[in-house]
């Protein structure tokens, strides 16, 4: 048998080198019997490779039974462990197991490795079905649902959902949105990034749904991209300095811009959230106020206001912001804060 040199420090390596070594020595004249090799390392120290070695854990008879649940003596958790070639025998004291690991066993790594394989053993089917001695029952997080229960309903208004890499570039959240500077963004930056796509934590959807629909110019057009995520925003008041924020942004790529388009989509998302339609712009419900925004068509723009709290925006995009993500075709676009309807 041959014997592959390797770095010490590689642990990978010797796991693969104990679990081949092993599974030969089956077939080996005389069985589970391998000869060593003698390996010198950079250092000048020789090492005998394979190691093969045995390792043993003790565990506790009660606290495995506590964690899967089960009521098994000690004598028959050791018949338990047996089967899953793990040599077991019973401590003096008679509550713990000491549990022997051989080299063909590397996953066991922790003691709840060993309860697994206990409760493996015994059959998850057989272990009787309990109610979490807690509190409360968990649910789901409110926020992924209302964002669950909103994806559909786009979905079959005519849009496309994408899920885009949620780090970007400088230029992304700043200059292709027509922002001067990226100082005007309260952005989180990446230290030390390892590529320029990755420099920062985006602040806003948009990028991520035009870099979508240019990698998909060839299909046939209207293009209509949404997409329900977070973004992240530079907050100080917060513990660790920022915070995330659920949005929904979509985008409507066309002929003609289709102002019409998105802003029928925020008043289908407006009505399924039971927010009315505010013609005289008082507190209560929703409307729309203009807004010079450079990332969109100057008086092509509205803020949208919801019981008297700004939670996004919504207009026709401006062609230089198209010219930098590489679009010729019009854009319509919006983009709002889901966070304050739960």
């Known amino acids: 048998m041959h014997c592959y040199r390797f ?48 390792r043993t854990e003790v565990v506790s008879v009660r606290k495995t039974n506590r964690k899967i649940g089960i009521s098994e003596s000690p004598e028959n958790m050791t018949k338990l462990l047996s089967k899953m070639c793990l040599k077991s025998e019973l401590t003096s004291s008679g509550d713990d197991i000491k549990v022997t690991v051989p080299p063909t066993r590397h996953d066991v790594i922790h003691a709840c490795d060993i309860y697994e394989d206990v409760a493996i053993a015994y059959g998850y089917n ?4 309990t109610l979490p001695k807690t509190n409360t029952i968990g649910h789901q997080f409110p926020l992924n649902k209302l964002s669950d229960l909103l994806r559909n309903p786009i ?8 899920l885009t890499i949620f780090q970007c570039s400088r230029d992304d959240i700043s200059k292709k949105l027509g922002i001067d500077s990226i100082d005007e963004v309260p952005a989180v930056h990446i230290s030390n990034p390892k590529t320029l796509e990755f420099q920062v934590c985006r602040t806003t959807l948009l990028p991520g749904i035009l870099k979508t629909i240019s990698a998909n110019k060839k299909m046939p057009l ?25 949005r929904i942004c979509a985008v409507n790529c066309n002929r003609n811009a289709g102002f019409e388009i998105v802003h029928g989509l925020l ?4 009505l399924l959230l039971e927010v009315p339609w505010s013609p005289t712009k008082q507190s209560d419900g929703y409307y729309l106020t203009a807004k010079n925004d450079p990332t969109y068509f100057p008086g092509r723009c ?9 939670i996004g925006k919504i207009g026709v995009l401006h062609p230089n912001v198209l010219a930098q993500f590489e679009l010729t075709n019009p854009c319509s676009a919006v983009e709002i804060n889901i966070q304050p309807f739960l």
Do not use: Q
């Open 7 to 54: 770095d010490k420090g590689n642990i990978m390596a010797k796991i693969v080198l104990d679990t081949l070594v092993c599974m030969f020595s089956t077939y080996c004249s005389n069985k589970y019997t391998v000869e060593y090799c003698e390996v010198t390392n950079p250092s000048g120290i020789t090492v005998l490779y394979p190691e093969l070695e045995y």
């Open 126 to 129: 057989n272990i009787k079905r």
């Open 155 to 162: 979905a079959e208004a005519g849009f496309t959902e994408a």
């Open 222 to 246: 209207p293009i209509k991209i949404f997409e329900i995520s977070d973004v992240v925003l530079k907050d100080h008041e917060t513990e660790v300095g920022a915070r995330n924020e659920r």
């Open 267 to 270: 008043d289908k998302i407006m």
């Open 302 to 310: 509205a803020e949208i206001i919801c019981n008297g709290k700004l």
